[in-house]
């Protein structure tokens, strides 16, 4: 071989290994305030401002955890069949970092809250059932800015701030067990699972689930290894922070193992990061192993013990999941697998359901978001939930076309003007004049001050209109 090839086209790398995924998800709870201690959750604040001593470690302040983020835990524990501990501990994970305050990070060990669960997802119509290895909460930590780089990362800074802000704010980390058997759909499947997941996350209303703003984020796990041979050495691709993106980190990294393992190499156990922009990972730290962290139950804490009682009185709160209002929407609106899935996929799910709510069919809603608006999104290079439109709104122009008010080409500029932001669709009609004219009297009026304007009208002219109830007419002249 001359050189060897640091990528494999995906087909050939699916033809000759087997890929084994495996996701680590972090939540940021949308708890009033933060896991240890009274300052507020919020996002956005001054650097440093939302802090006290017990999130900045000083010497001498105690933790006391947060019973909402405990209670958001079981929730999401028992949304995704998991068993819920009787009885478990926070530990201390010792490592260094500036943005750590503490020196170490409360979290989670071999107690989880709650583990041994599953989340059920379908890709192009074939189901697979991811298995939920462990849901455990812990506190996040602060933000590090690098300045003077070209990168924003350390390398090559002249300066680095840290704002502790987020240092102490409730995460959940929703760890999957190793999906194999996925094949050429791995990257997909990942895709699924974060985005199902999120979902549930939001049906539970237990965070904002905002990737690009951070409250979501995803280390993937890929390995590959020959078919029937044991699983290879896994790599963990780092806050990977958008849906598109899980696919593609997944992707590009069978290219990459195939190509090492072709060269007859090993494939190093290490975190990788990923880089938006390329499309590629490139090697972060060699990953660290349990025993660096030097675990140990956090003295400082009391255990965790839920009520069985306390827990079911949560699992009879939980609302209806994703899963089962998809479900029940296509019954109400008649709708093919194949129709359901070009709504998910379009992220056009909710938004037709807020639109039906709103007062519109749920054919038009359909075909408004699915058409119109998906283009606007198209053009604009932006989610469909981005557009500067509500379903509300959406639902008010299919009205006025269902009832007459506008056909659909003034319809369009109606939904135009409201995407430019002037304002409503009444407003708009009413601003641009754009409202269709069916009163019979009031056109023949438009009509005779139509000729009478004419310099020449010819005589033999025979004049149409069109009547909302009687279609084309002839004009009674
Ligand atoms: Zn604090």
Redesign the pocket.
């Known amino acids: 071989m001359t050189g060897a090839a640091t990528v494999v086209p995906y087909a050939e790398a699916i033809d000759r290994y087997e890929p084994v995924i495996g996701l680590e998800t972090h939540v940021e709870l949308g708890t009033v305030t933060?896991m240890f201690?009274?300052?507020p959750a919020s996002f956005g604040a001054e650097p440093n401002a939302a802090?006290?001593p017990?999130?900045l470690g000083l010497p001498g302040s105690l933790p006391v955890a947060n019973r909402a983020a405990i209670e958001y835990t079981i929730r999401i524990g028992l949304a995704l069949n998991c068993s819920v501990a009787s009885w478990c501990r926070f530990a201390r994970k010792n490592y260094f970092y500036p943005d750590m305050p503490k020196d170490y990070q409360i979290s989670q060990y071999d107690e989880p809250l709650c583990t041994d669960g599953w989340l059920d997802i379908a890709v192009d119509g074939a189901g697979f059932r991811i298995g939920i290895e462990r849901v455990h909460l812990e506190e996040d930590t602060g933000k590090s800015l690098h300045v003077g780089g070209a990168t924003g990362r350390i390398h090559g800074a002249d300066y680095s701030l840290v704002d502790y802000n987020r240092a102490?704010i409730p995460l959940v980390e929703v760890v999957t067990k190793p999906v194999p058997g996925t094949g050429a759909l791995a990257p997909v499947v990942a895709r699924a699972y974060v985005t199902e997941l999120r979902d549930v996350l939001r049906a539970l209303r237990v965070s904002d689930v905002r990737m690009e703003e951070g409250s979501l984020r995803c280390d993937v796990n890929t390995s590959l290894a020959p078919p029937g041979a044991e699983w290879g050495t896994r790599t963990e691709t780092k806050n990977v922070n958008s849906l598109r993106s899980v696919e593609r980190a997944v992707r590009s990294e069978i290219e990459r193992q195939a190509a090492v393992l072709d060269a007859g190499r090993r494939v190093v156990q290490e975190t990788r990061h990923f880089h938006e922009d390329s499309g590629l990972t490139t090697p972060g730290r060699s990953k660290e192993e349990a025993q660096d962290y030097r675990y140990f139950p956090e003295p400082d804490l009391v255990p965790v013990a839920p009520s069985a009682d306390w827990v079911e009185q949560l699992r009879a709160t939980l609302p209806e999941l994703p899963s089962a209002s998809r479900a029940r929407l296509q019954a109400e609106w008649g709708l093919s697998d194949l129709d359901m899935t070009a709504l998910s996929n379009a992220g056009a799910l909710d938004l037709v359901a807020d639109t039906v709510a709103a007062g519109a069919s749920p054919a038009d809603a359909r075909k408004w978001w699915l058409g119109e608006l998906s283009r606007h999104a198209n053009d604009a290079g932006t989610e469909l939930a981005a557009l500067p439109v509500t379903p509300a709104q959406v639902a008010r122009i299919a009205g006025l076309v269902a009832s007459g008010a506008l056909t659909d080409r003034l319809a369009r500029q109606v939904l135009d003007g409201v995407l430019a932001g002037q304002g409503d669709p009444d407003e708009i009609v009413a601003a641009r004049g754009l409202a269709v004219v069916s009163d019979e009297a009031t056109l023949l009026a438009a009509v005779d001050a139509a000729i009478a304007a004419s310099p020449r009208p010819r005589s033999s002219t025979t004049i149409w209109i069109w009547a909302a109830a009687g279609g084309w007419r002839r004009c009674p002249r």
């Open positions: 933060k201690c009274g300052c802090v006290c017990v999130c102490g």
